[in-house]
DNA sequence: TAATCAATTAAAACATTGGTTAAATATATA
DNA sequence: TATATATTTAACCAATGTTTTAATTGATTA
């Protein structure tokens, strides 16, 4: 199942972190590896657990690996989930609905 | 930070699905139990991660202690971390926001 | 009170995660 | 080609999480 991956990938503070970067502007896997107190291997490792996840996406650039983040899977999975949960929230669900329709012009 | 708590207690897939179960209605220790192949213990441990998350309440109703859901929590948590990472969905925050004014009302 | 049922806590075994350093791979450049 | 830089993979260790069985606590009832 995707969503398990999905949550453990979440489940780490340095990895949320990097969601946290990469939501700004997409970042080189040493640009990222910069912002922590943690090696690059390390770092390297939280990369592909999120991409695993289908969190984020690489590609590479010369020497250079860029990181971009996939907003679109993280939003539709947790809201998803969420609404699983918590089918209540009616008119937030519709919009959620709406959303995932015009996934695209994100 | 409680977000760390919550996202671990989600890391995991009995205790997604005890949410699951608790979302329909609430349940004492033993039904939830009795639903996994898993020894009372283990169910106990799965119950209290979610308990010091937040996620549900507990309450000793004679024998038992009933279980039960603390949706307000999930749902926060989970689209205020979303919006923190996917400031880009502007209805849906709005809603959320709306949401979180009533809150007293689900 | 004694016996029973429900649930949690304790202790131990086992697996998984998260970090390190060292080695390997990929690209750029002198 | 040789060298340097960026990144990943491999091997390893420490810490944490998950499960089990056994013991303990709380509440009901015969």
Redesign the pocket.
């Known amino acids: 199942m995707t969503a398990d991956r999905i949550f ?1 990938a979440l ?5 949320r972190k990097i969601l946290a970067y990469l939501s700004a502007q997409e970042l ?6 910069s912002r922590f ?13 999120l ?1 695993t996840a289908g969190l984020v996406n ?1 590609e ?8 971009r983040i996939n907003k679109d899977n993280l939003v539709n999975t947790l809201t998803s989930f969420t609404f699983e949960i918590c089918p209540v929230a009616g008119p937030l669900k519709r919009e959620s609905r709406k959303r995932a329709a015009m996934k695209q012009s994100t």
Chains 1, 2 share one sequence.
């Open positions: 453990e489940a780490s503070q340095p990895r080189t896997a040493g640009e990222i590896a107190d943690m090696s690059a291997p390390a770092i390297s490792r939280h990369l592909s657990v991409e690489s590479r650039r010369g020497q250079y690996v860029v990181y």
